[in-house]
């Protein structure tokens, strides 16, 4: 069985932990070894949404497995898997130079291609469950593989089966591969205003996906750090969902607040415009705080831990209650 292994290069809040076992998966055919399946798992992805404790007393499976390729094609769509490994960012813009749009306004989030359906990755007007078409997992429990189409998947805001069910928790699954549908019939998506803007400024009238591609990570490049540089987790907190009675008086009382009506009727609020208003664009607490160019990303200043993390984060949430009456959930889990 593995050793110990140090985690601190594989999560972007470069947190130090220490994982009790560690085996690195690069096959599916890994996954069917007897030894894994009564023993306590955590699967690990690229370390984006995760806040990992100094000392992780389970076994991480740190998923690697490579591969990505047209499996097939009709009238209306291409048919793209790619392995639960690969590198998020990078698969999509290999598909794009295949001459395969769909997935550009999900460029430069950073992760796995075998995370992204567990949350439902999603930015800029795009879920990764809108073009999701399979999923296939083994179940560690049931010793076998299974696959999962887009309709029983689940797909709400970042949330899916697999959060429901509490598998990205327990580790009871692990994704293998996924499978996206490709749309033949492409259309430029430029519902959010910040991208057509950006192409605007391009003096782009008729954007290619690579051109929404590129716009995209402009924009990301300007409002987000580079994990690389400085140690975060992307966007800390999900964007509140309230009745529409609350979102009307919140309103009526912040006209400026962003508000986007969402088809059961409720309203999403912009959880960064609450986090700034609050006072906390740019504060720090300790070595770790939100950023001064997106108040809804929380950074490592240095030298953080997961209790740092938990601090910052509890302090942000009383302040944007006490003043909005609205609370916040955190995107990442917490191992």
Not at 149 to 170: M, N
Not at 217 to 231: G, H, M, T
Request: charged share 20%.
């Amino acid at each position: 069985m593995p050793s110990p292994t140090a985690l601190l290069t594989c999560n972007t809040l470069a947190l130090p932990a220490m994982a009790e076992r560690y085996l690195k998966i690069t096959a599916p055919e890994q996954l069917a070894d007897p030894g894994l399946r009564d023993t306590a798992r955590f699967v690990l992805g690229g370390g984006s949404n995760v806040v990992l404790s100094p000392e992780i007393d389970r076994l991480v499976l740190h998923m690697a497995i490579p591969g990505r390729a047209l499996i097939g094609e009709d009238e209306a769509a291409w048919y793209v898997a790619a392995g639960a490994g690969e590198n998020w960012h990078d698969f999509v813009q290999w598909t794009l130079a295949q001459g395969w749009p769909g997935l550009e306004n999900l460029s430069l989030i950073p992760g796995t291609v075998g995370a992204a359906p567990v949350q439902n990755i999603g930015a800029y007007g795009l879920e990764v469950g809108d073009c999701l078409h399979d999923v296939t997992a083994w179940d560690f429990e049931k010793q076998a593989f299974f696959t999962v189409d887009r309709q029983a998947a689940r797909f709400a805001y970042r949330d899916s089966l697999f959060k429901q069910s509490g598998w990205h928790l327990d580790g009871r699954v692990a994704i293998t591969r996924v499978v996206f549908r490709l749309p033949k019939a492409w259309q430029a998506n430029l519902r959010y205003a910040d991208v057509a803007q950006e192409l605007a400024q391009r003096e782009i009238t008729v954007p290619s996906a690579q051109d929404v591609a590129q716009a995209v990570i402009a924009i990301r490049q300007r409002k987000l750090p580079d994990p690389a540089q400085v140690p975060n987790a992307g966007s800390f907190f999900h964007n509140p969902i309230v009745p529409p009675e609350q979102a009307a008086r919140l309103k009526a009382d912040h006209p400026t607040l962003p508000c986007y009506p969402q088809p059961d009727g409720r309203v999403k609020l912009a959880a960064g415009w609450l986090i700034e208003q609050a006072g906390w664009k740019g504060r720090d607490l300790g070595p770790v705080g939100m950023y001064e160019k997106q108040a809804l990303v929380l950074v490592n200043r240095g030298g953080a831990t997961a209790a740092d993390v938990r601090r910052t984060m509890a302090a942000v949430q009383a302040d944007v209650r006490a003043r909005f009456a609205v609370d916040l959930t955190p995107e990442p889990i917490f191992i």
